[in-house]
């Protein structure tokens, strides 16, 4: 009998959980997408990885939103809730749970972390009176907003507007926090990714911190706050709690919690640092619970640099991209283009730049040529090789590197460093493909032309195994089309060398070029 498999290390991956007041746009696909080549990278890498998202469906937001539509808040929740989980299995989101707040054992995990907040002594009830945001679902001093000539007064940083709010709520103690938080920054600078996120979140911090108001009584949809049900959670403190929810919190006992918690990474953007890297751990620490080891912010993508707004026309209909492009293109281009962190753009120009040049060509074309020549003429099998040359070895090593290089890019979200270093190994396998003209070869030395077949197919597998992560549909087929069974795909085979004598099927391209669909 073989021994049992080790137990494999959990990871506990996260994205942020979408309002459903409307349908997704591109901003959601841009988190799910690269949330998901993280999940499917650490699976392949041999982690037991539990990925969550959701929808976020209480608070003031959905309720307008549903008013003005005049529909039950239940059912805008529960159509667009719809809408993003469809999304999420065209993009191919390889999520283990996705959550919607109001299902049943949301609200138990929600209830138990108050209960725990208050038994600490970091919940009073008084009255609050100041700005809110409905739009951002956030509260702002009166310094951080601004009057607007018309007289309306809008969030300075995220221009949204801001209405007068004043009733009696519940506070969170956030201001007895500022040390731990600042001690927790220190002590773990890891903790908010990249390092300009952290830096803004460390000075707003250091600039003192006021108590927080987590109930609202305007209104009721949200969880109702234990032992006094006028109140519902401020939305915040709800949502914040999917996190342990999905993990089977309130029962710290569990597997699933003592597994998983505390979360490995949450993946969010740009706008929601401060509720995820300030308040989060907060009412955390108070409620005695770790905290999560990461927080990564991501950027704000843009059409050519516009914001995307219905009053501009340009918000992109995630589905039609995929209908356009095809899905592993979009999500190629998204990781590849943009860096991951920061703010970038996408344009139709660039990402078919990016189709054909870096998918059609460098990959696409150099597993054709080589897969055709070996059809052609090594008996469709992998070609036997003989003695490596200095320059057979020298690629073999870059290719071989790859997979140490790439886990660490993908361990600090560099997504796109990662896939710049699998390009500059092709770039440099098509350089070798074609000083060594195999071709040529063919009548000249044939021993030698199988050699150099069988080094491109072996780069053409490693690189088919690292991205699958990024593109599972081409990565699959490129896999196939080199013979590799289903079993031989993850990570742990990247030690292995491709088997020569092993049958290839009939080679058929992976990545045509995009042609512009004829204009009338
Ligand atoms: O903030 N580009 O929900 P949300 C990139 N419910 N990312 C974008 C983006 C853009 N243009 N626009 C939005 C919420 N996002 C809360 C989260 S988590 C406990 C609660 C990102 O639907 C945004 O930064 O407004 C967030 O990470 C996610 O999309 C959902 O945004």
């Known amino acids: 009998t073989s021994p049992a498999p080790a137990p494999r290390t959990p990871f506990y991956l996260t994205t942020a959980i979408a309002y459903p007041n409307g349908a997704p746009h591109i901003g959601h696909a841009y988190e799910y997408i690269s ?21 976020d469906e209480h608070g003031l937001k959905m309720q307008q939103t549903a008013a003005k539509e005049g529909i039950d808040v239940r059912e805008l929740a529960a159509r667009n809730s719809d809408v993003f989980q469809a999304m999420d299995k065209v993009l191919g989101i390889s999520y283990d749970r996705f959550i919607r707040t109001t299902d049943t054992d949301h609200e138990l995990a929600c ?18 009176a100041g700005w809110y945001s409905v739009r951002d679902e956030a509260y702002y001093t009166e310094s951080e907003t601004t009057l607007l000539e018309d007289g309306n007064r ?62 609202r009584t305007t209104f009721d949809w949200g969880v109702p706050v234990p032992g006094d ?19 089977g919190y309130p029962n710290t006992d569990s597997e ?25 751990p907060a009412f955390l620490m108070s409620a005695g ?54 703010d970038g753009n996408y344009s139709h120009e660039a990402i078919v730049t990016r189709m054909n040049a870096d998918l059609s060509n460098e990959l696409g074309n150099l597993a054709q040529r080589s897969l055709t020549m070996v059809a052609k003429n090594c008996d469709a099998v992998v070609p036997t090789p003989g003695e490596l040359t200095d320059d057979d070895r020298a690629l073999l090593a870059q290719a071989d590197a790859l997979l140490e290089k790439c886990r660490a890019e993908f361990d600090v979200q560099a997504l796109h460093h990662a896939l710049e270093a699998i390009w500059h190994v092709l770039g440099e396998t098509n350089r070798y493909f074609s000083q060594q003209e195999p071709w040529v070869l063919r009548k000249t030395d044939p021993a030698r032309m199988a050699t150099v077949l069988y080094v491109t197919l072996e780069v053409v597998r490693i690189v088919g195994i690292l991205v699958q992560p990024v593109m599972p549909d081409s990565a699959s087929k490129i896999l196939d089309l080199l013979g590799q069974s289903e079993g031989a795909r ?30 009338a």
């Open 35 to 55: 949330s998901d080549a993280l999940a499917r990278f650490k699976r392949l890498d041999g982690f037991d990885v539990f990925f969550m998202t959701g929808t």
């Open 111 to 128: 209830q138990a972390i108050w209960e725990r907040m208050v038994a600490a002594g970091d919940i009073y009830l008084d009255t609050y």
């Open 154 to 215: 809008i969030s300075t940083d995220t221009k949204t507007e801001v209405e007068w709010t004043e009733e009696s709520t519940y506070f969170f103690r956030l201001s007895a926090y500022q040390d731990k938080l600042l001690a927790l920054y220190e002590s773990h600078p890891e903790f908010i990714a990249p390092s300009t996120r952290r830096n803004e979140i460390v000075s707003f911090v250091s600039g003192g911190l006021k108590d927080l108001s987590v109930s």
């Open 229 to 247: 049900p006028s109140h519902v959670m401020y939305v915040w403190v709800d949502a914040l709690a999917n996190y342990l929810t999905g993990v």
């Open 256 to 280: 699933a919690f003592t597994r998983n918690w505390p979360a490995d990474l949450h993946i969010i953007g740009k706008d929601i640092s401060r509720f995820h890297t300030v308040y989060w």
């Open 289 to 342: 619970l770790e905290i999560p080891k990461r927080v990564f912010v991501h950027g704000f993508l843009y059409n050519k640099g516009e914001k995307m707004s219905k009053s501009l026309g340009n918000v992109v209909d995630p589905l039609e991209m995929v209908e356009q492009y095809g899905l592993d293109a979009l999500r190629f281009f998204l990781l590849r283009e943009i860096s991951y962190g920061q």
């Open 490 to 519: 993850d990570f742990a085979h990247l030690g292995e060398r491709i088997v020569a004598g092993s049958p290839l099927p009939a080679p058929s391209p992976v990545f045509p070029r995009y042609v512009e669909p004829e204009t």
